[in-house]
């Protein structure tokens, strides 16, 4: 019996639990939305950071790196990766595109991440590794040649793999880009020996005549000038690693840490945008959900002070009613609280995906939408928090004998004046 009254008390006050619902379904929306967006970007672009070797650091001098330098940088104390670095914006030969042109000595220090084809071979003197996204806008596929070219040098090789680097989670052709237009920029990593190859090349065209002694020092003077940066993984703090970087190589070097470097920064931009979000929105919209309840619940259950006085005469106990009552509260909040974890999700979804929002910004290869428990557990306080409300709500107005509740309501004034 009075699970029909739930659903018929359900149809007569149909707006106000809608209001309802909808306020803790928008409420528990949004910080699931909000905060499973933060975590998201947190773990998806922390594992693709790991798994390029995303540099800590990146020591930079403009008048080039040396091979002795990156041994003395490799000998210090808890650095574990070195590798020396070039990118340079180099022309796409026959078109008015752009790419990063990137060399890193190692693949385990500001590497990428294989998407599609063969392995990185840092002795192949004609392969190329292209960002996968350009090569989608653009239409090239495994075993196409690309040709670029950087102030007087020209790059011929072949694609032999389709990449995402972390070096590059945001992709922008310079500070002048705001958005990354994917149609027309992106990144391609050559090989040691393909540049130390184009060197020769240039310096052959320039001495034709030059000896094969004095062409293997003159390529590896050239080769170590073009150099302009070191990229280290460490776990020493800035300071720490200025000071040993100093020491080591005899001479003061300008040192970025990747908190500097705008992949990274804007990450973490990203992130911690979400998580203030995620902890200020949802607190107004579930507020105004539980004020709509207290008075919700108390218009209920002094319209039907009549029925709850019948019920008591019929012999139903106060415990009875009062868990008959606060039901109510338990079907909006399960009702409410399961509607926002779905949109929370989707939301999140829409924007955590490699079609959605921030696959416009990020280039990635992992999307996983994260939940942790602990946002389970946040709900689940929010339901019982919800059905706590609703039982306070109820709970004094269904006290009294069966008689007294009977009787109309009279509200009580409490600046009445004492006789």
């Known amino acids: 019996m009075l699970r029909r009254k739930l659903w018929r008390t359900a149809g007569i006050y149909k707006v106000q639990f809608i209001s309802m619902i909808l306020l803790i379904a928008l409420g528990v929306g949004v910080f699931v939305g909000f905060n499973a967006e933060w975590v ?3 773990v998806d672009t922390e594992s693709f950071f790991d798994n390029c070797g995303f540099a800590d650091y990146r020591i930079i001098d403009t008048e080039g790196i040396s091979s002795a330098d990156v041994d003395k940088i490799r000998d210090l104390d808890s650095v574990s990766g070195v590798s020396r670095f070039l990118s340079v914006n180099a022309d796409v030969k026959g078109t008015s595109d752009q790419l990063a042109l990137t060399v890193s000595e190692s693949e385990h220090t500001s590497g990428f991440v294989l998407m599609e084809g063969e392995e990185y071979d840092r002795w192949d003197e004609e392969g190329f590794w292209l960002m996968d996204k350009y090569a989608e806008l653009n239409n090239i596929s495994i075993g196409d040649k690309l040709t670029v070219t950087f102030e007087d040098m020209e790059f011929t090789g072949t694609v032999r793999g389709l990449i995402e680097s972390a070096e590059y989670l945001i992709c922008v052709r310079d500070e002048s880009q705001v958005m990354p237009d994917f149609n027309t920029y992106g990144y391609v990593f050559a090989t040691p020996a393909m540049l130390r190859n184009v060197i020769e090349k240039r310096i052959r065209e320039e001495e034709p005549d030059i000896d094969d002694d004095v062409m293997s020092i003159a390529v590896k003077e050239v080769y170590d000038e073009v150099f302009p940066q ?4 460490s776990s020493l703090d800035k300071e720490e690693i200025q000071a040993a970087v100093d ?22 931009g990203e992130m911690n945008e979400g998580k203030t979000m995620g902890s200020i929105l949802p607190v107004l919209f579930l507020a105004i959900a539980i004020l709509t ?3 919700t619940m108390n218009r209920i259950t002094i319209s039907e002070k009549t029925q709850i006085g019948t019920l008591k005469a019929l012999g139903f106990r106060d415990k009875r009613i009062l868990r008959h009552y606060t039901s109510y509260a338990v079907v909006i909040s399960l009702i409410g609280s399961v509607l926002g974890m779905v949109i929370g999700y989707l939301f999140c979804k829409v924007i955590m995906s490699q079609d959605g929002m921030m696959g416009t910004y990020f280039v990635m290869p992992d999307w996983t939408v994260r939940i942790p428990v602990w946002i389970w557990v946040i709900v689940a306080v929010i339901i019982e928090l919800t059905i706590l409300v609703g039982y306070l709500s109820v709970r004094d107005l269904l006290k009294g004998t069966a008689a007294e509740s009977l009787r109309p309501y009279t509200p009580t ?4 004046d004492e006789p």
């Not at 070191?230 to 993984?233: D, G, S, T, W």
């Not at 020491?247 to 973490?268: F, W």
């Open 40 to 42: 998201t970007i947190k």
């Open 230 to 233: 070191i990229n280290v993984n």
């Open 247 to 268: 020491k080591a190589l005899g001479r003061t070097l300008l040192i970025l840490s990747k908190d500097e470097n705008v992949s990274y920064s804007q990450s973490r």
């Open 293 to 295: 309840m207290i008075t």
């Open 413 to 416: 004034n409490s600046n009445e």
